[in-house]
């Protein structure tokens, strides 16, 4: 059997089918750490944790934050069920400095000793916020570096 | 026999009455676009959570896991999806009648119930029906954190042995004029649908946590999804349902406008010829 030459991604929410493209490359947030998957791949389950997930297609790099699912990986395919899954371009960044902030403050309080505060919903709101302020980063800091290699 | 002006009244009374109903008419119809959109959006994702599943069922040993377990029903949780509001044909008392006959078919056990929805949750409640769960104004603005908090109250109350299943009762969309009410088993998740697998799918796979975690995580997230579908359904159908009924209102209120028009001129000529015969016996008199 011929390795297949890329992987066709996709990935679904309960709200919608949000990728479903040819692509080269994959890195995505495994519970166990993140995966960089080539066309080829042994095939693979895993869960996702909440994290930063980019796609390769040429030299373009996109960027996305994911967080809880599961990933299925087979040699020419990759698929995602995500509970959440945000391109980078619709991450609303003021949105989610808010929300980092007020779960700093929540974090911060339980540290204080309050104890009406569920304190493993502030860590993932927390990681959620620092998730898509990364994401939403790096794929500004990625369409610069292109605008300037084709100027 | 009614005056003329009473009878302008009342048909004015009738056409502003039609007017309300054709507004709802096309909100309903707009909403209804929305949502039958959210129920094919959605899809994708319950169609590969649940191959996933099945897949991963037949690689690992599942039998073992406590929201497969089957136990004998004694007690069942049955949650009913009704609308929040009214005015959408009989959308609400055929799911309610269908639920109360569900109740009656199992006298011999306990019917617990999780009502969703403002119109079934005052229904039942009124006439004393034991109640597990209830929740009012989720179709409004549908969240997918909504299913979730309906899935994890049917996983615990089951995987604690509360209840020894768990139903969910429901309209689903089958077409603009058709809604059918189905009685879905949410819990204990059926083993017929998670023995059949092809063969391709029984690659070996590598596992990051391994099987039996991975299956552990799986389970609930089949069941979110499930109710989350059934959500969706429903408020597409009560939409549906909705559009239909305040649809035939206005056909009700065009024809009533007809009617009562034709009534309103034979009464005015009625009076014109009374009128004339006096004139004209007062001239003659003379």
């Known amino acids: ?151 | 026999m009614p005056s003329l002006i009473d009878l302008r009244r009342r048909i004015r009374a009738v056409k502003s009455t039609q007017q309300i109903t054709k507004a709802m008419k096309m909100i309903a119809a707009s909403r209804l676009r929305k949502s039958q959109e959210r129920v094919v959006n959605a899809r994708p994702f319950a169609i590969e959570a649940m191959r996933m599943l099945r897949d991963l069922a037949a690689r690992t040993d599942a039998s073992s896991h406590p929201l497969l377990a089957v136990r004998e029903e004694k007690t069942v949780l049955a949650f009913v999806l009704t609308a929040d509001k009214g005015l959408c044909g009989s959308f609400n008392t055929n799911i309610i009648k269908a639920a109360g006959q569900a109740i009656l078919a199992r006298s011999n056990q306990m019917v617990m119930l999780g009502l969703i929805g403002r119109k079934g949750r005052d229904f039942f409640r009124r006439r004393g029906y034991p109640v597990a769960y209830e929740r009012v104004n989720v179709f409004q603005h549908l969240k997918f954190e909504d299913a979730e908090d309906i899935a994890n109250v049917a996983i615990e109350e089951y995987a604690a042995a509360k209840v020894d299943a768990v139903y969910l009762i429901y309209n689903e969309f089958k077409s603009v004029i058709q809604q059918r009410i189905v009685a879905e088993k949410l819990l204990p998740i059926p083993r017929a649908d998670l023995n059949e697998v092809d063969a391709a799918a029984r690659m070996d796979y590598i596992y990051e946590p391994d099987p039996a975690t991975l299956f552990d995580r799986i389970l609930p997230g089949h069941v979110r999804v499930q109710v989350w579908h059934a959500l969706l359904e429903s408020a597409a159908a009560e939409n549906a349902a909705r559009m239909t009924a305040m649809d035939a209102a206005t056909k009700n209120a065009t024809d009533m406008i007809d009617g009562l028009t034709l009534y309103m001129n034979k009464v005015r000529q009625a009076g014109i010829t009374r009128e004339i015969i006096e004139v004209v016996s007062g001239a003659q008199a003379l």
């Open chain 1, 1 to 151: 059997m011929s390795l297949p030459t890329h992987l066709t991604l996709e990935i679904v929410t309960p709200d919608r089918a949000l990728v479903t493209e040819d692509v080269d490359e994959v890195q995505l947030p495994g519970t166990e750490g993140y995966l960089g998957i080539l066309p080829g791949h042994t095939p693979l389950l895993t869960a996702l944790r909440v994290g930063p997930l980019w796609y390769r297609k040429g030299t373009e790099k996109f960027y996305l934050s994911v967080a809880f699912g599961f990933a299925e990986v087979l040699p020419d395919r990759v698929r995602l069920l995500a509970r959440i899954a945000e391109r980078a371009e619709e991450i609303d960044v003021d949105r989610a400095e808010e929300h980092r902030r007020k779960a700093e403050e929540m974090l911060q309080a339980a540290k204080a000793g309050n104890t009406d505060i569920d304190l493993e919903r502030a860590r993932v709101s927390l990681m959620k916020a620092l998730t898509r302020l990364q994401v939403a980063g790096r794929h500004s800091a990625h369409a610069a570096s292109q605008a300037k290699r084709r100027n």
